[in-house]
């Protein structure tokens, strides 16, 4: 397990990228458009105190499309060994 605070600025985002365990995390401020197909329309926004969870293998993408800094308490459930964040998504599933 790995945790971390993560910042995203306003018109910034993650990048896409998936995972090879389990991402949950915690808005603790702003609001997070979270792009990946398995919501209907292809996005959710999680707002100020709302838990994130993203499985392991599916493409996503965290957008901040507010005006103020999206701030995440971030916990990583990753086997031993494998990055946190996948950014070639050819090791994703699609």
Known sequence: ???REITIEPGASTGERCHYGQLIAVVE??????YAD???????IYR???????????PHEGRNEGDEDVV????????????LTETDLTHCDH
């Open 29 to 34: 401020q702003g609001e997070l458009a979270h």
């Open 1 to 3: 397990m790995t945790f």
């Open 72 to 83: 995440l308490m971030v916990t990583y459930v990753i086997p031993e060994g494998k990055p």
């Open 48 to 58: 100020q105190g709302e838990s994130v969870i993203e499985g392991a293998g599916y």
């Open 38 to 44: 398995i919501y209907p329309g292809g996005v959710h």
